[in-house]
């Protein structure tokens, strides 16, 4: 239904997720303040789980320091040292000279990113956090864990790739950042840690993939669902994430680890059915096999996103192991909450952003494809 570079493309803009049961009294636990400040750098910090990483870390009692290009200003619920560069140029000086416990990379893709803070910062941070992607495994056709083979860089130098070449190639982001993994472990040794996440949900998301489900939920009336209902489904929260991540420098946990949630197996049916019953929503769902969607040219995770087929070369997408981030102390909040937030943080929204989401079926196209589909079963009916 779709090729492996379409479906590589359509998660290079922007990967990772969620659960459905409360979090933990261990989850409840960790409210409070750390047991030892730690000096925090953060690179980026303005995206999207950046700012709940300095919010979570402000909280705990810990002294942040941002690095980035400056251009998105914040305003934090405490003091936050805020430092310019831009690792496009290679304009590091604002590191240099400086110590801090732990370093947490939130959006590289591109290994000489890794390379030049490593120039600077080796022996300079006792942990090196990097956040990668569930996109670097080399298939998805089984239920593996982290130890499952990585995509291969196949281009000529990987360290003279950019920004440019990646937009171009969307499908080389996997493979940087696989290598970018690779680099990181080179650079920073046993005081690495990376963490992979599946598709990241929640308010602030602007690739509205999983927001997509609550907002057409919200609209009510019949709605196009895709298969049968059984296929799995991962996603995580971004609160969920970056909260994780803070915790896992405070206990300077190496490693690598998948994390993506929610704890256990939902399936598609029971993630629509919590968002509806979130909203709440009285939306009637259609579900329409994978085989006529194919044939109508409606693509898994992004025209219908959040879902891929759970059968063929995507059977092990959202059946990837999380028992090591689990273990490691993951938690997640309940499918309705995120459903709730995200849907109230959209409709905060500006109308033209609002009017123009920038994933999934339009009304047009999806009232279009269901029309179809009850044409085509009457026929063969």
Known sequence: MTSRRD??????????SLGVAPRSSA??????????????????GTGFTGPHQVRYALARGHKVTLFNRGRQPKA?????????????????????????????DNPTTLPFWVRDAGRLLRGKVQQYVFISTVSVYAANDKAEDESAALLRYEGADAMAETIETLRAKPELYGQLKATSEAEATRQFGSATTVIRPGLIAGPGDETDRFTYWPVRLA??????????????????DARDLAEWTIRMAETRTPGTFNATGPARQL???????????????????TWVPTEFLEAQQVSAWTDLPVWVPGQGDSSGFARRSIDRALQAGLTFRPLATTSADTLAWFRQQPEARQGKPKTGLTPAREAEVLSAWKASAKKSG
């Open 267 to 285: 399936v598609m049916r029971e993630m629509l059915a919590g968002i509806a019953a979130a909203i709440p929503s009285d939306a009637r769902f």
């Open 76 to 104: 934090w619920p405490g003091e936050v040292e805020e430092l310019l560069g831009d690792r496009n140029t290679g304009d590091l000086k604002a590191l240099e000279g400086r110590e801090w416990d732990v370093c947490i």
């Open 7 to 16: 479906f590589v493309k359509a998660a290079s803009l922007g990967v990772a």
């Open 27 to 44: 989850a409840a636990e960790t409210a409070g303040g750390a047991a030892k400040p730690l000096r925090i750098l953060i690179l980026g």
């Open 219 to 236: 609209r009510a009336g019949e709605v196009l669902a895709p298969g049968d209902g059984s296929d799995p489904v991962q996603f995580v």
